[in-house]
């Protein structure tokens, strides 16, 4: 069993940056792929970065690439999403979600365990 809380959203202008952060509990979250994924109002929820239990392996959905950087401390049980160059776009209440089977990590239907999510709002 894992249990996700997030934190460090906020309100941010158009152009500053962010860091989310995901604490997770249980002995086993090191092998777990974690990932984030966000929610805007009206839309589903889509995929937005991943990472494998070992830190070497990240994902990202190509409207955050070069922007947004995840990374993980196994030995704190956190994962953290760094958001840069934030745009009005990436509004929305972030997600972290942990997965055990390593695959599929841009599916949301694969991961087993879901925070309770995080505001992000980027004003213009």
């Known amino acids: 069993q894992v249990q996700l809380v997030e934190s460090g959203g906020g309100l941010v202008q158009s152009g500053g940056s962010l860091r989310l952060s995901c604490a997770a509990s249980?002995?086993?979250?090191?092998?777990?792929?974690m990932g984030w994924f966000r929610q805007a109002p009206g839309k589903e929820r889509e995929f937005v970065a991943a990472?494998?239990?070992?830190?070497?392996?990240?994902y990202y959905a190509d409207s955050v690439k070069g922007r947004f950087t995840v990374s993980r401390d196994n030995a704190k049980n956190t994962v953290y999403l760094q958001m840069n160059s934030l745009k009005p776009e990436d509004t929305a209440v972030y997600y972290c979600?942990?997965?055990?089977?390593?695959?599929?990590?841009?599916?949301?239907?694969?991961?087993?365990?879901w925070g309770q999510g995080t505001q992000v709002t980027v004003s213009s």
């Open positions: 990472i494998k239990w070992s830190g070497g392996n990240t």
């Open positions: 979600a942990a997965e055990a089977s390593g695959v599929g990590v841009q599916n949301r239907d694969m991961y087993d365990y």
């Open positions: 249980g002995r086993m979250f090191r092998w777990y792929t």
